[in-house]
């Protein structure tokens, strides 16, 4: 298993070299050739690009996107802080749910439900059209363990405007003018809680956070799970300019709750001090994770 796991990381790097040979040579336009993506290992129809990433997952993802650059030219999308976060899991005897809050086009999901795969992975995405590329990766992968769902979480259940930017890594519930909005939609909104409730999820042991700027509403509405099952939070908290207004109060509401504050750093975790915008990722913990003893000093 671990040979075909290198064969497949070791295509995937070759690909990515040639790929990086052919724009040099032609320039990115050459990619819309069919003999450039069939020597490059992927297929390209307009902006989306069908791809193998070096894990051996296959993705289809917007070109021009953020995250689809990485996938594009490296394989791979915050692999280091998945491989944390896979590492904490397994330290747990049993593995409940997982909770994907802003999925996306499936990264964290796909990786997730295949790495734990007796365990039940809930994934929103309220994004019409990125909620339809989410469910044909998760068709593709044939992983029977993910649930996709439509639904924005926030503190609330009601309906909200959504903003759908070109760069869809970047779309909310808020205009964060960190990209340009593409389309507003209508989208349904519902609490953490709320579904938990109405899934009869028995137990929950990752919440994964990324909602661009309202990640102390997410908590607010999944209290009393957090309460009660005591999950792991991986979440990216980034303050910006019309972002999260207030990081530092996302921090002490999770503290408040009894849990260890720590920041993610190429996949390592350090004790949280203050926030910063360089570092983004956080993970919460109710246990205190054994750190590196250089980065406690």
Not at 22 to 29: D, I, M, P, Q
Not at 225 to 230: A, D, E
């Amino acid at each position: 298993m671990k040979l075909k796991a290198r064969s497949v990381r070791s295509v995937g790097q070759l690909r990515r070299w040639i790929r990086e040979r052919l724009s040099k040579k032609y320039g990115t336009e050459v990619f819309d050739r069919k003999l450039a993506q069939l020597i490059g290992g992927f297929t390209k129809s307009g902006n989306v690009v069908l791809d193998h990433l070096l894990d051996g997952t296959t993705i289809s993802y917007e070109f021009g996107t953020a995250i689809g650059w990485q996938l594009f030219w490296y394989g791979s999308f915050e692999e280091s802080e998945i491989r944390f976060v896979e590492s904490m899991l397994r330290t747990r005897p049993y593995v409940g749910a997982i909770i994907d809050v802003g999925a996306n086009i499936g990264l964290h999901s796909l990786r997730l439900s295949k790495s734990f795969s007796k365990a039940d992975l809930y994934a929103f995405e309220p994004s019409p059209p990125t909620f339809m590329n989410l469910q044909q990766n998760i068709k593709r992968s044939g992983q029977n363990n993910i649930i996709a769902l439509p639904y924005a979480l926030s503190n609330q259940v009601c309906e909200k405007e959504f903003f759908h930017c070109e760069d869809n890594a970047y779309s909310s519930l808020i205009d964060t003018h960190r990209k340009n909005v593409k389309s507003v939609f209508r989208v349904a909104v519902t609490t953490l809680d709320q579904i938990v409730e109405e899934q009869r999820i028995q137990d929950v042991s990752l919440i994964k956070i990324d909602v661009e700027g309202l990640e102390s509403e997410v908590v607010l509405g999944a209290t009393k799970t957090i309460q009660k099952f005591h999950p792991d939070i991986f979440v990216e908290i980034y303050g910006g300019t019309n972002s999260n207004p207030e990081p530092a109060r996302t921090v002490e509401i999770l503290r408040a709750l009894g849990y260890q504050a720590y920041v993610l750093t190429e996949g390592t975790a350090a004790p949280y001090k203050e926030h910063s915008d360089e570092f983004y990722n956080y993970y919460f913990s109710v246990n205190r994770i054994q750190l590196d003893p250089s980065l406690t000093r």
